[in-house]
């Protein structure tokens, strides 16, 4: 199983990054994909999930609006269009699968990892 997380850079205040998480070895239709981020001294939280089923999506509060994440089932990969980037959203990225647990994703311990990709906003 391998998740590649890819996308990350240095970027302005106020500018955009389109982070990938490219699944492989696993069932991509079973299974919710959740982009977490954790910065150091710091837990990993959760950014964004989408469900498997459904493609419906949740998002932290602090991203709502300006992060969206989608998906290609043809490429088994999902995105995170990250726009209006603040200091705040500094960190290393991680995309994660997980078995469904119900009608909805959530941001619970993953199955699988992938290595993150450093995003840092920096003037």
């Known amino acids: 199983v391998q998740l590649q997380a890819s996308g990350g850079g240095l970027v302005q205040p106020g500018g955009s990054l389109k982070l990938s998480c490219s699944v492989s070895?696993?069932?991509?239709?079973?299974?919710?994909i959740a982009w977490f981020r954790q910065v150091p001294g710091k837990e990993r939280e959760g950014v964004s999930c989408?469900?498997?089923?459904?493609?419906?999506?949740d998002y932290d509060g602090s991203v709502k609006g300006r992060f969206t994440i989608s998906r290609d089932k043809a490429k088994n990969t999902v995105y995170l269009q990250m726009n209006n980037l603040k200091p705040e959203d500094t960190g290393v990225y991680y995309c994660?699968?997980?078995?469904?647990?119900?009608?909805?994703?959530?941001?619970?311990?993953?199955?699988?990892w992938g290595k993150g990709t450093q995003v840092t906003v920096s003037s």
């Open positions: 070895g696993i069932n991509f239709d079973a299974y919710d």
């Open positions: 989408i469900h498997s089923r459904d493609g419906s999506t």
């Open positions: 994660g699968a997980d078995h469904p647990w119900g009608s909805r994703c959530y941001f619970y311990d993953m199955d699988y």
